[in-house]
Nanobody, 124 residues
C-alpha cells in the first residue's frame, strides 16, 4: 500500500506563488509516475502535471505550462508542485496521485493511489 499526504495549500493573491508537497510512504515508487490533479467546485478532476523520476520525464497541462513545475526529492520520498504566477482560475483542491503503470498518464483512472487533497485559493 501507498499513503500520500499533501501539504502547502493556502490563500494567495493573483500573481503569487505556492509550493505543494506530497509525502509518500509505503511502497517505493521511484520508477512510476507521480501526478498532480485538481478539482474545482462543480467541475471534474483535471490533470495538472506528472513526472517519472527515473527517466526525468515530465508532462504538464497546457493551462499550467510555464507557470508550474513538478519535481521530486527521492531522499525524502516527496513530490513537489511549485506554482508561480497563480491565477484565480487555479483555485481548486489539489490532489497528489501515484500510478503503478509505467508511462506518464493524464487520466485519473490510470492512478491507483490518492492523497486527501489540499485547498488552493487564489484571490483576484
Amino acid at each position: 500500500q501507498v499513503q500520500l499526504v499533501e501539504s502547502g495549500g493556502g490563500l494567495v493573491q493573483a500573481g503569487g506563488s505556492l509550493r505543494l508537497s506530497c509525502a509518500a510512504s509505503g511502497r517505493t515508487l521511484t520508477n512510476y509516475p507521480m501526478g498532480w490533479f485538481r478539482q474545482a467546485p462543480g467541475k471534474e478532476r483535471e490533470f495538472v502535471a506528472a513526472l517519472i523520476w527515473v527517466t526525468r520525464s515530465t508532462d504538464y497541462a497546457d493551462s499550467v505550462k510555464g507557470r508550474f513545475t513538478i519535481s521530486r526529492d527521492n531522499a525524502k520520498n516527496t513530490v513537489y508542485l511549485q506554482m508561480n504566477s497563480l491565477k484565480p482560475e487555479d483555485t481548486a483542491v489539489y490532489y497528489c496521485a501515484a500510478s503503478v503503470r509505467g508511462a506518464l498518464a493524464r487520466a485519473p483512472i490510470q492512478y491507483s493511489y490518492w492523497g486527501q487533497g489540499t485547498q488552493v485559493t487564489v484571490s483576484s
